[in-house]
């Protein structure tokens, strides 16, 4: 399928944990896509924006290189490329962070074992996937240690000899806990961003990425959003917001021909369950309703 480089591009992890989210993240942000026969391309029907579907260490490369001008990629894999870049190379910049994905990158030693704090490292090897990471903490933190580069299952290094402690990814713990070892520090907190190409853009692919942004941020407002609308005596209005969950302050009309009645709108974020509806009608308040947000737009 051959595409106009006047469309935008957006690479995005073709499997993995950010994959189906990072997809479902532009979809609800309005785009609607035409999947190629490989299935690795997605073309935008609704908006000139295409998906490009690759493996997650990929897409900074692709960015920094102009292929795609937009990347859904981890925080960790970002900055990795930042810090192994050719010197004067223009890495790719972080945009939005999108609130998913979320991890960290975290030295783990064994279990029992005698490292309790991470000076104790220093002289120790370290096998890691991320040696740039690794690196720059070592170095801000007074360490020298070797690192030890490996590609995948840098869980098992230290039982197979290969370093004393390893540099990697922790979500929930288990494979920690599965190879006997846990963590003994985080050095970098990681989750879902957009990222941007560091080439300058044209006016029009400009115009769209700024739309896209706002689109997407506007899709992240709205989860777990929830309108309010009820009326009630103007005197309870100071009591009724005390009692909302609300993200900023609700909006207050007067109501024709009842001079002391005000209607209210407050878009309130988390749970807005019966007990908050039946405080509420006891300040006075009637004809609540509550709605699910599905799009905002600042």
């Known amino acids: 399928m051959t595409i106009a480089r006047d469309r935008l591009r957006v690479a995005v992890q073709k499997s993995g944990r950010l994959a189906e989210t990072s997809l479902s993240l532009l979809r609800r942000a309005g785009l609607s896509f035409r999947a190629s026969r490989d299935r690795l391309f997605l073309y935008g029907e609704n908006l000139p924006?295409?998906?490009?579907?690759?493996?997650d260490d990929d897409i900074p490369g692709l960015l920094m290189e102009g292929s795609c001008e937009l990347g859904i990629v981890g925080r960790n894999v970002l900055a990795e490329q930042r810090l192994t870049a050719l010197p004067g190379t223009d890495a790719?910049?972080?945009?939005?962070?999108?609130?998913?994905?979320?991890?960290?990158?975290?030295?783990?030693?064994?279990?029992?074992?005698?490292?309790?704090?991470?000076?104790?490292?220093?002289?120790?090897?370290?096998?890691?996937?991320?040696?740039?990471?690794?690196?720059?903490?070592?170095?801000?933190?007074?360490?020298?240690?070797?690192?030890?580069?490996?590609?995948?299952?840098?869980?098992?290094?230290?039982?197979?000899?290969?370093?004393?402690?390893?540099?990697?990814?922790?979500?929930?713990?288990?494979?920690?806990?599965?190879?006997?070892?846990?963590?003994?520090?985080a050095i970098l907190h990681s989750e879902a961003v957009l990222a941007a190409?560091?080439?300058?853009?044209?006016?029009?692919?400009?115009?769209?990425?700024?739309?896209?942004?706002?689109?997407?941020?506007?899709?992240?407002s709205s989860d777990g959003a929830r309108l309010l609308m009820l009326q009630a005596p103007r005197a309870a209005l100071a009591a009724i917001t005390r009692l909302l969950p609300v993200r900023e302050s609700p909006s207050v009309l007067s109501l024709d021909g009842l001079p002391d009645d005000i209607a209210v709108q407050a878009l309130c974020s988390g749970a807005l369950d019966w007990q908050h509806l039946?405080?509420?009608?006891?300040?006075?308040?009637?004809g609540l309703m509550v709605l699910n947000v599905e799009r905002m737009l600042a």
Do not use: M
């Not at 979320?102 to 120790?124: E, F, N, W």
């Not at 000899?161 to 990697?168: E, P, R, S, T, V």
């Open 49 to 55: 924006i295409d998906v490009l579907l690759v493996r």
């Open 92 to 185: 790719p910049a972080e945009r939005l962070a999108l609130g998913f994905g979320g991890c960290r990158l975290s030295l783990a030693v064994t279990d029992g074992g005698p490292i309790t704090v991470p000076a104790q490292l220093d002289g120790l090897r370290i096998a890691t996937s991320y040696p740039g990471l690794l690196a720059d903490w070592l170095a801000v933190n007074g360490i020298r240690a070797e690192i030890v580069v490996l590609s995948g299952s840098v869980e098992i290094a230290p039982r197979l000899g290969k370093a004393d402690a390893i540099c990697d990814l922790v979500s929930s713990g288990a494979t920690l806990a599965a190879n006997q070892l846990h963590e003994l520090v």
């Open 278 to 286: 039946e405080d509420l009608k006891r300040l006075g308040a009637r």
């Open 197 to 220: 190409s560091p080439h300058p853009l044209g006016s029009a692919k400009a115009e769209q990425v700024e739309r896209l942004c706002a689109r997407i941020e506007g899709a992240q």
